[in-house]
């Protein structure tokens, strides 16, 4: 088998692995778990970190790309 079909199958195979544990995932629960933590955390105390947290990744992210045309001061 040439390494090009090798690395293809298992590249597929990876990829069923992941969809399969991807759906594991989402039936477990779990998603729905962090998603409510995670909406409690940007609506709740941890809003003014979460978006001096963003504006600071925002600024950091344009600096490295020009093209960035992102406002840092508006959350994404």
Request: proline share 4%.
């Amino acid at each position: 088998m040439s390494d090009t079909k090798k690395a293809h199958e298992d590249h597929l195979k990876k990829g069923l692995e992941y969809d399969e544990a991807a759906h594991a995932h989402a039936a477990s629960g779990k998603v729905d778990a962090a998603a409510d933590a995670a909406r409690r955390a940007i609506e709740g105390d941890e809003k003014a970190e979460l978006d001096k947290a963003r504006a600071k990744a925002a600024k950091h992210a344009a600096e490295h790309d020009p093209l960035e045309k992102h406002d840092p001061n508006v959350p994404v």
